[in-house]
């Protein structure tokens, strides 16, 4: 090669240097930028100049080094593991936070509880005590007006707790649209940002940036639903989330919300799936029955790891929330419309953790005050069949009922209760007295033996059988055991989240001492370029200025 060709070599080492030193000041400015990917420039060898072929070797001179791409640091393997445990991790953050919330509401969580779960806990606790007294002496004025205040006092409590166990439902039911809300936003910039990645790299040049915020997005999109990714040759992402494409083709296909008119509650369904119909203004009028193969997630399969249904925040909070507000019937497997149906309770309320407790709540309350209430009916027609004496009976000859309902129409559950005003008003009403000299004591022992007879169970799937007394602790309990568990659950899939986390930023992540160290090799092979440049030009130079003269 001639002096002049060598210059080449040398200009190539500068170029090169130069490139890779930019990069890496490049990767050092970004070190703290969320979602940026470490990049590296890759170099390769410039071809040859053959001077002749023979043997051993051929006579060929390098023309020395070429800047090829500068390339993104990824591992598609780990980005897919990982955005797949971060959204399991992020479906198990949201149960064991509901279960955390509803510790809290029955007065048994972290900071002592709420005031209306410890409230309720001890209107029990009064309610048994009045009864006790009221055992003692039920002739007693004082005993009387104490039943009758402290039953009072137990629907008023029982109906703060089961208010905010809705209220959380409506809490969860509120942040479904922030959730759905993103999702459409983020498929929406993935099909822009796709737009213009395939438009810059069909040129020469690599959009690394927009490939970081298309990365960034697919990371924040995997926390909220089972989603998965393919790219083709132009750099086109496709994403599909719960198996049905949402980014494809130049389209996404956008998430919309179905509510429930009796509950106010969100159906997330696919827009482009369901049957839709328009009114006389032109408006899109959407169905429960347009929507039912349409619908984002079927929540009627059952939670687990293996079948991977068990990923993503959005999916858990539906799944938590439920999609009304459950009664004691649904643990008869009687479904929303009031007839018997075999496995309801298995397949509709018993993934929920609210529904559950809402349902598991409402079936002590209904069985309390049914009791009392029959109890009181049964002394008046044992005592008084004929009613000749009014014993236990209002003026319409009817028994007393201590429980009365707001819906005469509805159930017996804890948002159709009030206290009959006409007993809390006069309580001696209830004189359990049946004649000058003698007690109901057959009454009472009734009395006693409803809080004391264990007959009850928590739903279908627990055996245990219980008394009223026992029951509210059992409730709480089962809750603080589930809430440990999911707790549990959480904590070793955030480890396992982490180290893939770990293991990808080791990939992905900008080291400070790696890039310092990549900085001085640069520099050091810079300078090796300048210094060859200077030994060739002062070769020519000689040759010039002595050998010429």
Aim: net charge negative; proline share 2%.
């Amino acid at each position: 090669m001639s002096l002049m060709g060598s210059f080449w070599v040398g200009v190539s080492g500068l170029q090169s240097s130069n490139n890779a030193l930019n990069t890496t000041a490049h990767n050092m400015s970004n070190l703290d930028t969320v979602g940026y990917t470490r990049q590296q420039v890759s170099q390769g060898t410039r071809s040859y100049t053959t001077l002749a072929k023979g043997r051993p070797n051929w006579q060929q001179i390098g023309l020395g080094v070429n800047y090829t791409l500068t390339r993104q640091e990824r591992d598609l393997f780990l980005d897919k593991r990982y955005r797949r445990e971060s959204g399991r991790n992020a479906f198990y953050d949201v149960s064991a936070e509901a279960l955390e919330e509803i510790e809290y509401i029955l007065g048994e969580g972290q900071g002592g509880g709420s005031i209306v779960g410890h409230e309720f806990s001890e209107s029990i606790d009064e309610l048994w005590k009045a009864v006790q007294e009221l055992s003692k002496d039920p002739t007693s004025a004082v005993n009387q007006n104490l039943f009758v205040t402290r039953s009072y006092e137990f629907v008023t409590k029982a109906s703060a707790v089961y208010t905010s166990l809705g209220q959380y439902q409506d809490n969860l039911n509120e942040e479904i649209i922030g959730d759905v809300n993103k999702i459409n936003s983020y498929a929406e910039q993935i099909e822009q940002l796709n737009r213009k990645i395939v438009a810059i790299e069909s040129g020469k040049e690599h959009a690394n940036d927009l490939r970081d915020r298309r990365n960034y997005l697919l990371d924040e999109l995997s926390k909220m639903a089972n989603i998965t990714f393919s790219e083709d040759i132009t750099g086109y992402m496709s994403v599909r989330l719960e198996d049905v494409d949402l980014v494809k083709g130049g389209l996404v296909n956008t998430i919309d919300l179905y509510t429930d008119s009796k509950t106010g509650f969100y159906t997330p369904y696919w827009r482009m799936l369901a049957k839709a119909s328009y009114d006389e203004d032109g408006k899109r009028v959407v169905t429960e029955e347009g929507i039912e193969g349409a619908k984002v997630f079927d929540l009627t399969r059952t939670v687990s790891s293996d079948l991977n249904t068990d990923i993503g925040s959005l999916k858990s909070m539906l799944l938590a929330r439920g999609d009304h507000r459950a009664t004691y019937r649904e643990l008869q497997d009687i479904n929303a419309d009031g007839q018997y149906e075999a496995g309801w309770y298995n397949r509709n309320i018993s993934q929920s953790v609210i529904m559950n407790v809402e349902a598991e709540f409402d079936q002590l309350v209904h069985s309390i005050v049914t009791k009392i209430n029959d109890i009181i009916a049964w002394e008046a027609d044992r005592v008084d069949p004929d009613n000749e004496i009014g014993y236990l009976r209002d003026e319409n000859g009817d028994p007393y009922q201590l429980f009365q309902k707001l819906n005469e129409y509805d159930d017996w559950t804890v948002s159709n209760l009030t206290i009959n005003q006409e007993l809390r008003q006069n309580p001696a009403l209830l004189k359990f007295r049946l004649d000058e000299h003698s007690e109901d004591n057959p009454a009472m022992e009734k009395l006693k033996e409803a809080f004391e007879e264990r007959i009850y169970t928590l739903n279908p799937n627990v055996q245990t059988p219980l008394c009223f007394n026992d029951y509210y602790t059992n409730l709480v309990g089962q809750v603080a055991n589930s809430g440990s568990v999911m707790r549990g659950v959480q904590e070793t899939q955030t480890v396992a989240t982490d180290a893939l986390m770990n293991a990808r930023e080791q990939v992905v992540g900008v080291s400070s001492d790696e890039e310092l160290a990549n900085m001085i090799k640069f520099q050091n092979a810079y300078n090796a370029s300048s210094r060859y440049i200077n030994v060739v030009d002062e070769m020519l130079e000689h040759i010039l200025n002595t050998l010429g003269s």
